[in-house]
């Protein structure tokens, strides 16, 4: 989880957002299986911002609205 919070930035400069979605969705089922609810809000949270990145408003909403809710879980 660790590495694909770390590495976030560098997957933001160097992939196309649609490549990094099954970096992200690889590390939310793993904080899903480690019950890591910070870094799974996170992870949505950067799902969202790749889809403002493709233009994708209601998208980007709609996992930004999730990364909010787990962070207000906390």
């Known amino acids: 989880i660790e590495y694909a919070l770390n590495g976030m930035p560098f997957?933001?400069?160097r992939m196309h957002?649609?490549?990094?979605?099954?970096?992200?969705?690889?590390?939310?089922?793993a904080a899903e299986k480690l019950n890591l609810l910070k870094?799974?809000?996170?992870?949505?949270?950067?799902?969202?911002?790749s889809y403002a990145q493709l233009g994708d408003a209601s998208r980007?909403?709609?996992?930004?609205q999730k990364s909010l809710t787990l962070a207000r879980q906390e």
């Open 17 to 29: 957002p649609e490549e990094r979605f099954a970096w992200i969705n690889a590390a939310i089922a």
């Open 39 to 49: 870094e799974k809000g996170q992870l949505l949270g950067d799902i969202g911002y």
């Open 11 to 13: 997957l933001i400069a």
């Open 60 to 64: 980007a909403i709609e996992y930004c």
